[in-house]
Every structure is written in structure tokens, then in C-alpha cells.
DNA sequence: AAAAATACATACAAAGATGTTTCCATTTCC
DNA sequence: GGAAATGGAAACATCTTTGTATGTATTTTT
């Protein structure tokens, strides 16, 4: 028999991974406390007790788990600047570039917009992405470069949806990019190859 | 009194429009079929009448009336490459970066991927994005930086939405990459600032 | 002008989703 | 070992959304 934390958290485990798997099948639309239940097998009841308001309160757990596994990545290889965090992250999607993590999150994300309960629930997290993904903070100075960069990387996350989406393609445009840019000075030097085998999932 | 037609299409226009609204302030999951009668003013039996399966009906004729108006744009400047395209479409968003149209056509594209149904109408609608705007073609060539100045565009679109979001550090990100990759070559000499400006909306 | 079709409104039934309560089986605490 | 707390299941009411049927005024057709 199994301790009562224990039990906790493996229910809990098994509604956050049936969450973001069915964010990712689904979409946001069609997420619902039932369906999140059938795939996770366990009762609504169940759900109720771990997270008594529902999606306001599962959501925000889903996004800050999320982020927190690429932000433990990051936390691994020390300190960096942000425009070498980005070009660490252009590098992950090159070497992995269908990882479908951030589906999840851009689902939760657009309903935010329109859900002031969840807005309050998940905003402030999605806030600390800047300074715990990217490493930026308000003393930070803005580098065109660095923006210019996410760009790049979203859009090429986005990329995935497309029509005319192709692994090569995009990672042929994405050796364009970082080619034209050029390495960060003493990038190459810092972070090795077996650093950036990190930054790929486990 | 109004002809029918006159009566039917403008209240089609009014839902239309009514749709795209929502779309932008509610998302795609608080989207009903009563939300978008209130807003336009018609009784969902004129909903239905109009589009007899709601958004269904509905939704796919608002995304192409989305993209044709940004279809358009590009027919009044005569033929051109996809770089071209690219090109002109980044100093569109840099001249008018919080134009918000992109919003609802991302809504739908997202919820699309886990409904059969409306991806069987919508999904077409947006394939034909890639050669109506973009200019590609089967047999266009893979070009990298095409793709990659793809990325950069989405992604700028989507940085709308994020929590450092910033008008004036978007354009400068934008004018870096532009400065990066320079113009293709006879393009200034082709689009004029008037025929630049044919590319902001009417 | 009568008939037919169209545009639109209203009402109702059936699902689906959420909020809430109650109940039972295990742990945990004393 | 008994009391209290916890994890989890099931049931119920309510609300929202959609599907559908029906009614009515206006326009079009003949």
C-alpha cells in the first residue's frame, strides 16, 4: 500500500499528462474535466479533490511544469546571456525539431486571452518565461538581435502546423539563419557539444 | 426595402464580422453561436438559416475572407517572387505591427487540429495560403531564407501576445533582420513606397 | 393578386460541461 | 485500536451549447 503522498501525487501526475496530451490531440476547445478524467483514469471526483476549481486551478500546475523541465535544462549549464540562451534553444530545435511541448502551451496561452480566471491563473507564469527561459530582466538591455531571434524560434514552433511542413526544410532554414548570424563570441568554446546534448529532452 | 440579397448578405457580413471580433477578444472557446447572434444583432435562427451547421458554415468563410483580403493586397502589384512576398509582407508588420487580424485566423487554425469536422472546411482554405500569399507552388525551388524570413514573421506576429510586447523594439528587431539578409535584388526599384503602401489595410 | 420561396424569429429538446454534495475506503494520528 | 483526516467515487442540479422544429413577415415569382 501506497502512502497517501504518494498516491497524491501519482493522481495529480496522471492529470497533468492527460491534460497536455489532450491540448496537444484536442485543443483548449475541446479540453473538458470528463474527457481529462477518461484519459487519465480517475474519477472527477478525484480531479475536483486535487484541484477543486477545475482547469483554473490544473492549468497553471500544466504551464509552470512545463516550463520549469526547459528552464531545469537551462539551469544545468550555467550562467549564460540571452542571446546564448536562444541560440542554445535554436540549436534544440534543430536537433529536435518536432518536440511538442510548446503545442500545449500555445493553447493555453490564446485561451488566456479571452478567460480573465485563467489569465490570472496562468499569466504571471507565462510572465517568467522572460527571465527564466530568456534570461531577460529590466535592467536587461534590449538587443534587437536577441528579439529578432525568438522570432526565429517561435516561428519556426509554429512552423510545425503548416502545410507545407518538412523536418529538412525547416532545419535547412534554420542553418540559413544561424549561419548569417554567426556564432556568440566564445560560444562555441563554452558550450560543447555535450552541453547542448542537455538542452534535448530526457 | 432592401433587395434580399442586399438583406442576406449584409447580415452574413455582420456575423462574419461579429465572428472575427470574438475570435480576437474571446478566443475560439468561448465562441458560440449565441455570443455571435448578440453581436451581430440577427437571432441565431438567422444563424442557422445562413449557415446551417453554425461555425461549420461559418467559420470557413471567414477565413477565406480573411485571407483574400490579404490576397488582395498582393494581386495590385503584379507578379512577383516569394521572396518578394516575404519580403513586402515584413514591411507591412513593420509599418502596421499591431494590425490583429492574424489573431482569429491562428484561433481557428489551432482548434482545427483536434476537429475533424471543421478541419475538413477549414484546412483547404489555409493550404491555399501558401500559394495565393506566399507564391509557392509545387514546384517553386526550397529556398531557406524564404522559409527562414517565414519564421521571422510569424513569430513577430505572434510576439503581439507576449508579456514584453513593444511596438517600438518589434520595429527595431525587424528593420535588424532586414538590415541582415538586404533586399532582393531589383526590389527597390520595383516596390515603390506607394506600392508599399497598397500593403496596409484599407 | 395568389402562390411560392426566402429571411428571420422563437421555442424546445438533447447533449455536454461545470459546480456541489454525499458517501465510502484508506491512511494517518493519538 | 479508535478518531480524524485524506483520497477518491458516484450522483445530482444547473447552465451552456447545439440541433431542430415551427411560425411569421416579406419578397419574389407567375
Known amino acids: 500500500m501506497a502512502t497517501q503522498i504518494e498516491r497524491s501525487s501519482a493522481t495529480q501526475t496522471r492529470l497533468i499528462e492527460a491534460t497536455i496530451a489532450l491540448l496537444d490531440e484536442l485543443g483548449y476547445a475541446r479540453l473538458s474535466e470528463t474527457r ?6 480517475v474519477s472527477r471526483g478525484a ?5 477543486p476549481s477545475g482547469r483554473y486551478d490544473l492549468l497553471p500546475v500544466v504551464v509552470e511544469r512545463l516550463i520549469a523541465a526547459e528552464e ?5 549549464l550555467g550562467p549564460m546571456t540571452p542571446l546564448e540562451r536562444v541560440h542554445l ?7 529536435q525539431p518536432d518536440r511538442s511541448t510548446s503545442v500545449a502551451l500555445l493553447q ?3 485561451a488566456a486571452r479571452g478567460d480573465t480566471k485563467l489569465y490570472d491563473g496562468v499569466g504571471p507564469i507565462f510572465d517568467s518565461v522572460l527571465p527564466r527561459l530568456f534570461g531577460l530582466t529590466d535592467t536587461t538591455p534590449d538587443d534587437p538581435q ?3 531571434l525568438r522570432f526565429v524560434l517561435h516561428g519556426a514552433a509554429l512552423h510545425r502546423f503548416n502545410a507545407d511542413y518538412d523536418v529538412a526544410k525547416l532545419r535547412a532554414a534554420l542553418h540559413w539563419v544561424l549561419d548569417l548570424v554567426g556564432e556568440p563570441t566564445g560560444f562555441a568554446a563554452r558550450f560543447t557539444d555535450v552541453a547542448l546534448l542537455q538542452l534535448e529532452p530526457a
Do not use: S, V
Open 146 to 148: 536577441t528579439l529578432a
Open 108 to 110: 493555453i496561452w490564446m
Open 36 to 41: 481529462i478524467c477518461e484519459r487519465a483514469g
Open 89 to 95: 534553444m535554436l540549436r534544440g530545435t534543430l536537433a
Open 47 to 51: 480531479l475536483r479533490h486535487h484541484f
Open 72 to 76: 531545469a535544462r537551462f539551469l544545468a
